[in-house]
């Protein structure tokens, strides 16, 4: 092993556990004693370590991590990071392109390598990925789960035998906590929903409906937050669960698709609704065409709100959106990952489950170009 690897050993041993033994790490690196605590020397010259009995700790008030960022990198992509971490989703495009950006933006914060697995929602798949990381000694791991809970599941099993630590993306832990030692960072959708609905009920809408994709794991918490804001307007002629709509897509089918789309808007007309919430963005900017073709106006005949804001911009009439914070959720989870590798904190940690808020991104398909809503709409949460 070359010696400015050796040195990267070492601050990256440093960085995790505060301290080394010299001849416990050349044992495990299979080197001599005598090479360690020479490399020990030239380290403390650097001022990059602080020698003591037997081996080193790291340096006070210097940070190991830019340290390691300090030490040749001309050979191997990950030189420099103090650990690695693992993230896998079910997709690398559409709404968890801004969940990557900001996990690998906090993992350059960190000094850390981040990983990349893509499951493509198969659960098969997800869970050799998990083994692959695990084989490969990652220090943490990042994982959406393919399906909408954990429970009983393979990935649930691997994941609670994992000796790292582990953040959950957009996903709930509640059903798991017996399980392991979890944490979590996800998008308030009940929030995203209750916004929605607030909105729209400012701007006089009472009869309205969620629209979204059949056994999508956003889909609990939309129709969980889509019925706490209309029971909280008051009694309805309707069930909040009545006006909820259910889409399949059968794959490569566009045509079966556009035509349940217009099935769905049939009903809304005959039930005199007059907005509808639709996830996702596709489905949305189906309905505003399906709209258009029956003459009917968007947003005076009939508003649309969007969930997930990754394309509502761009249809003929831009679309209004819930857009969860993606981009957060993501460095956030990286973050907290990071943080449980590297901490140093002696005993144990409480243990963290965060929900960050989507905000409301009003254009055209709910207000009409130059019409300001009044009073201002606020994406406070409507209940308090």
Not at 55 to 72: E, I, K, M, T, Y
Not at 189 to 213: D, F, K, S, T, Y
Not at 238 to 259: C, F, G, I, L
Request: proline share 6%; hydrophobic share 40%.
């Amino acid at each position: 092993m070359l010696s400015e690897d050796r040195k990267h050993l070492i601050l990256r041993e440093l960085a995790l556990k505060g301290s080394i033994n010299a001849s416990e790490f050349a044992a495990r690196i299979k080197t001599s004693g005598m090479t360690v605590r020479r490399d020990l020397a030239i380290l403390e010259k650097r001022g990059m370590v602080e020698r003591v009995h037997g081996g080193a700790v790291a340096v006070p008030d210097a940070p190991v991590s830019q340290q390691l960022r300090q030490l040749p990198a001309n050979r191997a992509p990950h030189r420099g990071a103090v650990a690695t971490i693992g993230m896998i989703v079910p997709s690398a495009s559409y709404y968890f392109s801004g969940v990557i950006r900001g996990a690998e933006t906090a993992a350059r914060e960190a000094g850390v390598r981040l990983i990349l697995g893509v499951s493509n929602y198969s659960s098969t798949e997800e869970q050799r990925q998990l083994r692959r990381m695990l084989d490969l000694g990652v220090d943490g791991i990042l994982v959406t789960p393919s399906e909408a809970s954990l429970s009983n599941t393979q990935t649930l099993e691997l994941l609670a035998a994992a000796a790292v630590p582990i953040v959950v993306v957009e996903r709930s832990i509640e059903d798991t906590l017996d399980r392991g030692n979890f944490e979590c960072v996800r998008s308030d959708h009940a929030q995203g929903a209750r916004i929605a609905v607030a909105h729209l009920q400012e701007l006089g809408h009472q009869r309205i409906a969620l629209c979204l994709r059949e056994n999508s794991p956003t889909a609990p918490p939309l129709i969980e937050g889509f019925g706490q804001a209309m029971e909280k307007a008051g009694p309805q002629t309707h069930p909040a669960s009545n006006m909820v709509r259910t889409m399949s897509r059968a794959r490569n089918d566009p045509q079966a698709h556009h035509e349940l789309v217009a099935d769905i808007l049939d009903w809304c007309l005959r039930e005199k609704v007059t907005a509808a919430i639709v996830h996702t963005d596709e489905d949305a900017l189906q309905f505003a065409s399906v709209c258009q073709e029956r003459a009917i106006e968007v947003p005076e005949d009939f508003a649309i709100i969007a969930y997930d804001d990754e394309i509502a911009a761009l249809g003929t009439t831009p679309l209004t959106a819930v857009a969860p914070p993606k981009f957060d959720v993501g460095h956030q989870a990286l973050t907290m990952c990071a943080n449980r590798v590297i901490s140093r904190r002696p005993g144990p940690a409480a243990r963290q489950r965060v929900n960050l808020s989507p905000t409301l991104v009003v254009r055209n398909s709910t207000l009409p170009e130059g019409r300001e809503l009044e009073p201002a709409f606020s994406s406070q949460d409507p209940r308090s």
